[in-house]
């Protein structure tokens, strides 16, 4: 789903930025133009953003429990 219109920012474009380590807000403003212009967008981008923050942090934390859980 479109997030942004402006500069057409999707759901998984913001998901994917937070995959590749962009740290905060202002950085994936300046990777995607979201929330650069009208501004109509800003507080569902963040929204998104933190979510997709969120789910990356549990993934890795997820993968890191998987390396170092004992086999049984
Ligand atoms: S809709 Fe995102 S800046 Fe206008």
């Not at 800003?42 to 979510?51: D, M």
Request: charged residues 25%; hydrophobic residues 45%; negative net charge.
């Amino acid at each position: 789903m479109y997030v942004c219109l402006c500069h057409a920012v999707t759901e998984r474009k913001i998901r994917e930025a937070a995959r590749n380590g962009v740290s905060d807000f202002e950085e994936l403003q300046a990777a995607t133009g979201v929330a650069t212009c009208c501004g109509a967008c800003r507080e569902y981008a963040e929204e998104t953003w933190q979510e997709a923050l969120a789910a990356d942090a549990l993934s890795r934390l997820d993968s890191a429990a998987q390396i170092w859980s004992p086999v049984i």
